[in-house]
């Protein structure tokens, strides 16, 4: 394919090519031209910056000679960098230097950028400046080029090379603009293939052409191979270069061999490079990943899980070491643990647990593990399973105030604690059920870890907790030892050459077009009415329903994002909330697959969210159901009474003050809203047996309010299947047909420090400030949430998952 194309940017070419001109100017390896992966994009394609996705910086040197005791030399180095997901720059040197020491010695200098979106199209252009040594007078050029990615398979580049160039003499040669089309191919989808074609022509008519081919070569890097015809002063020269990219890490070396006609021209070329992210080439030594496990609120432990997934999938990973350090781990949280421990240790990736202070359910996570270790000094806090519920009712009469609420399911038990003094009877038979179901799972759990019978095990539960030395005799820990001899520790498991550090990126190549991605929505705290709630300090976060919409709808939106991951860590709450999230995974839904992952409890409004999904995992002791719904208010009129304070309403409409914290509903009101609450539980109902595809009796049967456990709503029919968030992200690049190597977008963003609450804006888990005492932080994350719900709102909420002590 011959392009004959309208100039508009150029590359400089080393003495070397006045020998045999290439479209590859910079390089004698044979690097794609539609796609060069690196920092020489800014001499050969300035476009394909805007495809980098880290840093690069390259060197170049080429050697071409008659003979080859007198070569001509060329040498470039350049660095390329992306700046945020749009723009990317780069710059460069080149110095070319002829045998004889003549005029045509020269040096280079090139600045570029380019913009792009979403990798499917960049547009970029670089200026460059060429001077002869021998002359003060340098030629300034520019380049123009665009890429197009529109799928895997296919890379389009039409560039312009030398713009404004005219016919100037540099050095020994006439620089002209010239016109270049470049199409690359990759059959397989990926980079273990690529096919390219390219044709240039140039002011005076004069044609090139280039063929190459690209492949990868396991466990070394890849070879590429390239033939060019190319047209001077009327006469066809061709040449033929070919090399093998050796690829370690973040460093590639790439020597090539080049030769031209009946064995003349004969050169060769280095290309090293060292790039921001590691790419598939030589195995590097294999290193165990250590992996502390601080904070695993609802989006900590997703980066956690994901980081897991990698060692599980890289081959460089020889194991694990996991060390809890205040992990904040729930029931649910821990299984998902040891579901990722279980494939790993499947896999003869042997995981390690260092233990310090550990809570029951950190030890519940670890139990799985090859080895567990503790510090000398700590302790595990094995003692069972529990949870404190607050009755507020006897109180709040004590100081004036009234608790006024409407429910709709004799289950559902939020209101019960502004009033009454102890839970009804229908509230302890549900807790009494989900703690024996959790305490089986628990027990079971452990004998198939420790080697003990159940009956055992309760007993040890019962004897707890345990300090280091206690822990070792009742083999809880095979070791106590401090930090410092771990890695002497780790051996016993993973060899004497083991060594240990910091996760590391999965070595991959970037691939053309739109890579497909999964999108992982967290609906997590309290649903609110309108944008999500952040309080900086308190770590207290709620999601609104108008956030978390728009950011379903966004994803759902977006070519790049294949499939929707739901992740929901919520007791529920606002009714109205609730139902635009349900309604937008409905919309997400007819466009690409929505799967819900449950994380500790997904119960009331959290669950009616999920029930919108094609599938729902949980894991066993997630906390879910709750399909009901109450509505009320506190009346404060006794307690302004007795501090003097007088109410006056006015008002016109029998109803007018029915919201007023200042009087108790009539019974005329409460007895409309429990017709109102009627109507919001039958769209409820309704939302379920439309998702879950059951009848809106069977759902009936099973809500009312009622609280289940994972494996209660797995038998029942209200979740698909038993996994955790892994397992749910598997099955969504299962239907959108993707790879381990596709990317996770978290939406929606949370404030990481003081100044991003200010400004509204942020990425990263919300993390409380310690100087805030923790039952001080609790007792806020409690109240406030009340204070931000409007008393008009209608309410799906659950309170709080059990806990493993």
């Given amino acids: ?92 040197l080149e110095f070319a230097r002829a045998r004889d020491g003549s005029a045509a010695d020269q040096n280079g200098l090139f600045l ?62 006439t620089l002209r603009e010239s016109g270049l089309l470049a199409v690359a191919l990759r059959p397989l989808g990926d980079d273990r293939l690529g ?138 949280g821990a299984q998902e643990l040891r579901l990722v421990i279980a494939a790993l240790e499947q896999a003869n990736k042997p995981v390690y647990c260092y233990l310090q202070s550990a809570s029951g359910a950190e030890y519940y996570a670890c139990a799985g593990a090859r080895r567990v270790a503790i510090d000398p000094a700590g302790s595990v806090r094995l003692m069972g399973l529990g949870g404190a519920s607050l009755y507020f009712g006897e109180l709040l009469r004590n100081v004036g105030l009234r608790a006024d609420f409407v429910r709709i399911g004799t289950y559902k038990g939020a209101p019960e604690q502004y009033t ?46 345990f300090l280091a030395e206690e822990a070792v005799r009742e083999k809880l820990a095979s070791t106590a030892i401090d930090a410092h001899e771990l890695e002497n520790d780790g051996r016993r498991v993973f060899g004497e050459r083991a060594r240990i550090g910091a996760p590391r990126t999965l070595p991959r190549d970037p691939r053309f077009g739109p890579t497909g991605q999964v999108g992982v929505v967290v609906i997590d705290g309290t649903i609110v009415d309108g944008e999500n709630v952040d309080v900086p300090f308190f770590d207290v976060h709620m999601s609104g329903g108008r956030t978390v919409a728009a950011a379903i709808d966004k994803l759902a939106g977006d070519r790049r994002i294949r499939a929707i991951v739901l992740r929901i860590d919520s007791p529920g709450g606002a009714v109205m909330a609730s139902d635009q999230i349900w309604r937008a995974v409905r919309r997400a839904r007819a466009k690409k697959p929505v799967i819900a992952s449950m994380g500790d409890v997904a119960a009331s409004g959290g669950y009616y969210a999920a029930s919108a999904a094609d599938e729902i995992w949980a894991s066993p002791s997630t906390i879910t159901g709750s399909i009901g719904i109450f509505y009320g208010k506190v009346d404060v009129a006794q307690l302004a009474a007795r501090i003097g304070v007088g109410v006056e309403h006015d008002t016109r409409g029998a109803h007018a003050a029915a919201d007023s914290f200042f009087r108790p509903f009539t019974d005329d009101e409460r007895a409309a809203l429990a017709d109102k609450l009627r109507i919001w539980y039958r769209q409820f109902l309704e939302r379920v047996a439309e998702g879950r595809k059951l009848d ?75 100087v805030v005492p923790a039952p001080l932080r609790a007792l806020v994350q409690r109240v406030y949430p009340w204070s931000v719900i409007d008393a008009a709102t209608p309410m799906a909420l659950y309170e709080g998952p059990l806990r493993l002590e």
């Avoid at 920092?39 to 996705?53: D, F, H, I, R, T």
């Avoid at 040594?133 to 340098?138: K, R, T």
């Avoid at 390239?226 to 090399?243: L, P």
């Fill in 1 to 92: 394919m011959i392009a004959a194309l309208v100039c508009l940017t150029g590359f400089p070419e080393p003495l070397w090519a006045q020998v045999s001109p290439s479209l590859t100017p910079s390089t004698a390896f044979p690097i794609s031209l539609a796609s060069p992966d690196n920092a020489l994009g800014v001499a050969l394609n300035p476009s394909a910056l805007g495809a980098l996705e880290s840093w690069s910086l390259t060197y170049s040197h080429v050697a071409a000679a008659a003979d080859t005791s007198q070569p001509d030399r060329y040498d470039g180095l350049f660095f390329a960098s992306p700046l945020g997901e749009a723009l990317s720059i780069g710059g460069g």
């Fill in 112 to 173: 570029g950028a380019a913009l792009s979106r979403g990798r499917v199209w960049s547009l970029g252009t670089s200026w460059h400046v060429r001077k002869p040594l021998v002359d003060a007078a340098g030629i300034h050029t520019a380049d123009i080029a665009l890429s197009l990615r529109p799928s895997t398979t296919l890379a389009v580049s039409l560039i312009g090379r030398d713009l404004a160039a005219g016919d100037r003499e540099l050095g020994t040669r």
């Fill in 195 to 332: 096919l390219e074609l390219a044709g240039r022509t140039d002011a005076s008519g004069e044609l090139g052409l280039r063929m190459a081919a690209q492949g990868m070569l396991p466990g070394i890097g890849r070879l590429a191979a390239a033939g060019e015809m190319t047209e001077i002063d009327g006469r066809q020269r061709w040449t033929v270069s070919a090399g093998i990219d050796f690829r370690l890490g973040m460093v590639s070396v790439a020597p090539a061999a080049h030769v031209g006609e009946v064995g003349e021209d004969v050169g060769w070329s280095l290309l090293a490079d060292v790039h921001g992210r590691p790419r598939p080439g030589v195995p590097g030594p294999r290193t165990v990943w250590k992996v502390p496990l601080r904070g695993l609120g609802s989006r900590r432990i997703l980066s956690v899980m994901r980081t897991l997934e990698q060692a599980l999938h890289d081959p460089r990973v020889q194991g694990v070491v996991l060390v809890p350090e205040g992990a904040g781990l729930g029931l649910a």
């Fill in 420 to 465: 009454n003094e102890a839970s009804s009877a229908p509230i302890r038979e549900v807790r009494t059920a989900l703690l024996d179901g959790a305490y089986r799972r628990l027990t079971n759990d452990l004998s198939g870890d420790l080697g003990l019978a159940e009956g055992a095990v309760k007993q040890l539960i019962d004897r707890g907790p």
């Fill in 696 to 770: 809106i009796a069977r759902v009936d049967a099973l809500a009312r309010g009622r609280v289940y456990s994972g494996d209660q709503a797995h038998a029942l029919g209200l979740v698909d299947h038993l996994g955790g968030f892994l397992s749910a992200l598997a099955r969504a690049r299962e239907l959108a047909h993707l790879g381990i190597e596709s990317e996770l977008v978290v939406v929606p963003r949370m404030p990481s420090n003081l100044l991003e609450y200010v400004l509204g804006t942020g990425q990263a888990q919300a993390q409380a400030a310690s």
